[in-house]
């Protein structure tokens, strides 16, 4: 069966600052995984997703995730954060028909 | 380009009423979904379609009912609404989520049943 462990509920940074939001994931066989982002009373947003092609990927506005099988991550990064950041992170496992969710990060961001 | 359209945005209702979620999408997907999210839990998932006549329970499935008469449609009836379905529902559509496409999530619906 597929999980996804987001590590960190609350990630606070500094304006400028890197930002790295740690997901875990358990999949019996090679999954597909995506990070999305929920800004306040908002839908869903794709930032970026992984499907078996290159093991670093790059998404919108200058986040980008590894993929490490052998230590079954998928963290998101990004080298300086910016106020309009400040949201809530979901990591997510393709489960054949269905996406399962982490129970998300909230990211919050001070000048 | 319309994507997931779901209605209302907010709703209030009372403890034992009904009511339905509308959600249609143009973008010719034969999954559709309904998610619902609690504060701090995450999306769980409600109800899934693989498509039109087809649906199936997700995870938490008690107090919703579904149907699929077409491809663009998939609403989500609520039936004796209790306190604990206060919530924001999504609903969600995707090509073939199992080899990695997109899912597409409409706005959202909050719904408190008081």
């Known amino acids: 069966a597929q999980s996804v462990t987001q590590l960190d509920s609350h990630v606070s940074v500094s304006e400028g600052t890197p930002v790295l939001l740690r997901c875990n994931y358990s999949s019996s066989y090679s999954p597909s995984l995506f990070w999305y982002v929920q800004h306040p009373n908002k839908g869903l947003q794709l930032l970026l997703k992984?499907?078996?092609?290159?093991?670093l990927v790059k998404g919108i506005n200058g986040f980008e995730a590894e993929f490490k099988k052998s230590e079954t991550s998928f963290h998101l990064t990004k080298p300086s954060a910016h106020m309009s950041d400040a949201a809530e992170y979901f990591c997510?496992?393709?489960?054949?028909?269905?996406?399962?969710f982490g129970k998300g990060t909230t990211l919050s961001v001070s000048s | 380009n319309a994507g997931v359209t779901q209605t209302p945005k907010f709703r209030i209702l009372k403890i034992g009423q009904s009511m339905t979620l509308q959600c249609t999408q143009d973008m010719n997907h034969n999954y559709m979904y309904w998610y619902r999210q609690d504060p701090g839990m995450g999306l769980k998932l409600i109800y899934y379609?693989?498509?039109?006549?087809?649906?199936d329970k997700g995870e938490v499935p008690n107090g919703y009912n579904v149907s699929r008469s077409t491809t663009e449609d998939f609403p989500l009836r609520l039936e004796l609404a209790a306190p604990s379905q206060t919530s924001v529902y999504f609903c969600?559509?995707?090509?073939?989520?199992?080899?990695?496409?997109?899912?597409?999530f409409g706005e959202g619906s909050w719904l408190t049943v008081v």
């Open positions: 992984y499907t078996s092609a290159a093991t």
């Open positions: 997510v496992v393709s489960a054949g028909t269905a996406l399962i």
């Open positions: 969600a559509s995707s090509y073939s989520p199992g080899t990695g496409n997109t899912i597409y």
């Open positions: 379609s693989v498509g039109a006549g087809i649906t």
